[in-house]
């Protein structure tokens, strides 16, 4: 390889005035950190269909096992499909599950905004806290919050952020 601390001369000669070549500053010479790598820091479970016994694997005797513990993780799975269907649309929730609906969202998740009509008023904003039988609200940008007795909301309807 050449030098490769300083510019080379141009390929093509088109005539140019006389003058120095130009010299170049580069980085010599880089070198990464090597990481360890191991497979189990890295947080990929391996899957329950592919764990196979390999001590085992030449033996009759072990099959029926090895198919029993395939159905197993396969009803597993299965069961774990039909409990991700159990949750309800908000439009199927009782009053009551959709104030909890509102209470249990994850922190990292900006608040939901929502309306409660009750017999005489409106409210639109944000639940903060459900105690006694009384949902507290933040409504607009307030920033007390507002008792609403339980027993008069009617309606409560999902607004977004």
């Known amino acids: 390889m050449g030098d490769h601390k300083s510019a080379k001369s141009p390929l093509l000669y088109i005539q140019q005035p006389n003058i120095k070549t130009p010299r170049a500053s580069m980085q010599s010479h880089y070198r990464t950190p090597k990481k360890a790598f191991d497979d189990n820091k890295k947080g990929y479970p391996m899957s329950k ?3 196979v016994n390999w001590s085992n694997f030449g033996k009759q005797d ?7 513990e395939v159905t197993e993780s396969s009803e597993e799975d299965s069961d774990q499909q039909e409990s991700s269907h159990d949750r309800k649309k908000f439009k ?7 104030v909890y609906y509102f209470l249990d969202a994850p922190k ?3 608040v939901m905004r929502c309306e409660v009509k ?13 105690q006694e039988k009384n949902v507290y609200m933040r409504v607009g940008k307030r920033t007390t919050p507002t008792a609403i007795p339980f027993d008069t909301i009617t309606e409560i309807r999902l607004l977004g952020f």
Not at 62 to 68: F, I, K, L, V, W
Not at 118 to 129: A, Q, S, V
């Open 49 to 51: 269909k592919r764990q």
């Open 62 to 68: 072990n099959d029926d096992e090895a198919e029993e």
């Open 92 to 98: 199927d929730m009782t009053l009551e599950e959709r």
């Open 108 to 110: 990292h998740a900006p």
């Open 118 to 130: 009750t017999e005489g008023r409106n409210y639109r904003g944000m639940i903060i806290d459900y």
